[in-house]
């Protein structure tokens, strides 16, 4: 997907319903949420030093509920896909690179 440049949104992120972050609770100890200059709020983990986008209260199962199982449909689904979607013949296995160092 690419990013919008008008709207500076990631596409993976457009269309979505924005979650109120009040309705979540606070930020786990250690934690802190700021703004990045183009607008999108990502989370500080002071605790290990790292930064992330992704909100660390949706990591509570609590909030979120819980993982949706594994399904044999799908497995069913993608054996049937990859029987008929056979790779054609005239298509061959491999390519020739040729790369010069200037």
């Known amino acids: 997907m690419q990013d919008d440049p008008r709207s500076k949104i990631p596409a993976h992120l457009r269309g979505k319903t924005p979650v109120d972050s009040n309705d979540l609770g606070p930020l786990p100890p250690g934690w802190e949420e ?39 449909d799908y497995k069913r689904k993608y054996e049937f896909f990859r029987r008929k979607l056979k790779k054609q013949t005239d298509i061959p296995n491999k390519f020739e690179m040729k790369l010069r160092r200037a």
């Open 34 to 72: 700021r703004t990045h200059t183009d607008g999108r709020v990502f989370f500080i983990n002071h605790n290990i030093k790292k930064t992330q986008w992704e909100d660390p209260r949706m990591q509570n199962v609590a909030i979120t509920g819980p993982a949706v199982p594994y399904s044999r």
